[in-house]
């Protein structure tokens, strides 16, 4: 491996010590996400970035970060001040209530492939909006995993972005190697490539 993203727990809630922490440990090529209140300062969102922190979480599923109350005022300040990308841990069923939000907002993603074959539709829609899709957890998801593959890289192929989702807490069952076997099973190698690492790349790494 040479990067990826770490991503701050709920448990956490908005204690930055141990992803400062990790992120001194892996090294340059690695980027942070982290949870934070919307009224964090600037002084401190820019001394995050100088850590390598690269985007703002909402845990809607979880809990543990700031209220989607505040999704459209925070996604964009951060956007705006340090090119910060907005993730949302949510299920797909309920994006229909922000779906006119996310659609306007510069830079946003939703995890674990939305969670539900039920909401799959709804993330579809806001994909071919610009919306991107980490292709995590697999163990914990509750949808056809290749399907839902197959349909958002054909809607965008820019959109899917792999990560294993270590370690795995609360899946049904965790991370397994199979899981990248999969992406290059579903998908030509040039798509793989994509979702693999260089559409999380171009994400974390570019500002839109």
């Known amino acids: 491996m040479?990067?990826?993203?770490?991503?701050?727990?709920?448990?956490?809630?908005?204690d930055q010590t141990y992803l400062i922490d990790s992120l001194q440990k892996l090294g340059e090529n690695f980027v942070g996400v982290t949870q934070l209140p919307h009224d964090t300062s600037d002084e401190e969102i820019l001394r995050l970035h100088n850590h390598g922190v690269r985007a703002v979480r909402f845990n809607v599923k979880r809990g543990g970060s700031e209220d989607l109350?505040?999704?459209?005022?925070?996604?964009?300040?951060?956007?705006?001040?340090?090119g910060w990308r907005a993730e949302l841990y949510i299920d797909s069923t309920s994006l229909p209530e922000i779906a006119s939000t996310l659609e306007r907002l510069p830079a946003v993603s939703v995890d674990h492939l939305?969670?539900?074959?039920?909401?799959?539709?709804?993330?579809?829609?806001?994909?071919?909006?610009?919306?991107?899709?980490?292709?995590?957890?697999?163990?914990?998801?509750?949808?056809?995993?290749?399907?839902?593959?197959?349909?958002?890289s054909d809607v965008n192929p820019d959109a899917l972005?792999?990560?294993?989702?270590?370690?795995?807490?609360?899946a049904k069952r965790p991370y397994n190697h199979a899981d990248i076997e999969l992406i290059y099973h579903t998908v030509d190698e040039e798509q793989a490539d994509k979702v693999l690492y260089k559409n999380a790349m171009k994400w974390y790494l570019e500002r839109s």
């Open 114 to 152: 939305g969670l539900s074959e039920a909401g799959l539709k709804y993330l579809l829609s806001l994909v071919d909006k610009g919306v991107r899709v980490k292709a995590t957890g697999f163990g914990k998801v509750e949808l056809d995993v290749v399907k839902a593959i197959r349909e958002i």
């Open 2 to 14: 040479k990067g990826g993203a770490v991503v701050s727990g709920s448990f956490l809630g908005f």
């Open 69 to 82: 109350s505040q999704l459209d005022y925070f996604a964009r300040r951060v956007y705006e001040l340090a």
């Open 161 to 170: 972005m792999f990560g294993t989702d270590l370690p795995s807490t609360r």
